[in-house]
C-alpha cells in the first residue's frame, strides 16, 4: 500500500540577536536554539523533517495525535504579540525576530 502524503504549511517562529537565536515551530511543539536565523531555521526543518518522517512509520490510527500538538494556546498568543509589537517597533532594541512558514510533506 502507498502512503499517502500531502503538503501542510506548518508556521514558525524565531527571535534573537547575533549569537542567540532560538525559533520554534507553532504546529508541532519543536523548538531548536542556533547563533544565527538560518542556523535556527536549518535547525529546524530538519527536526520538523526528522519528526514527521518518523511520525509516518506510526500506524495510521497513531499519527492524529501526533500531527495535531501545537504548543499551548498561552505560548501561541505570546509569539503572536511579540510579533505584532516587533512589527510596530522594527527593530528598536537590535533584537530580531522573522515569522515564516515551511512547507512540509506530511503523512495523511
Known amino acids: 500500500?502507498?502512503?499517502?502524503?500531502?503538503?501542510?504549511?506548518?508556521?514558525?517562529?524565531?527571535?534573537?540577536?547575533?549569537?542567540a537565536w532560538e525559533a520554534?515551530?507553532?504546529?508541532?511543539?519543536?523548538?531548536?536554539?542556533?547563533r544565527s536565523f538560518e542556523e535556527v531555521s536549518s535547525l529546524l526543518r530538519e527536526a520538523v523533517s526528522l519528526y514527521l518522517e518518523t511520525v509516518g512509520e506510526l500506524p495510521e490510527d497513531e499519527r492524529?495525535?501526533?500531527?495535531?500538538?501545537?504548543?499551548?494556546f498561552r505560548t501561541r498568543l505570546r509569539f503572536a504579540i511579540?510579533?505584532?509589537?516587533?512589527?510596530?517597533r522594527a527593530r528598536g532594541n537590535g533584537e530580531l525576530k522573522?515569522?515564516?512558514?515551511?512547507?512540509?510533506?506530511?503523512p495523511a
Open 24 to 34: 520554534i515551530c507553532l504546529d508541532l511543539d519543536i523548538a531548536v536554539q542556533g
Open 98 to 106: 522573522h515569522q515564516f512558514t515551511m512547507a512540509m510533506p506530511t
Open 1 to 19: 500500500m502507498t502512503e499517502v502524503r500531502q503538503e501542510r504549511a506548518l508556521y514558525c517562529y524565531a527571535s534573537g540577536h547575533e549569537g
Open 64 to 72: 492524529s495525535a501526533f500531527l495535531n500538538r501545537s504548543v499551548p
Open 82 to 88: 511579540e510579533a505584532f509589537w516587533s512589527a510596530l
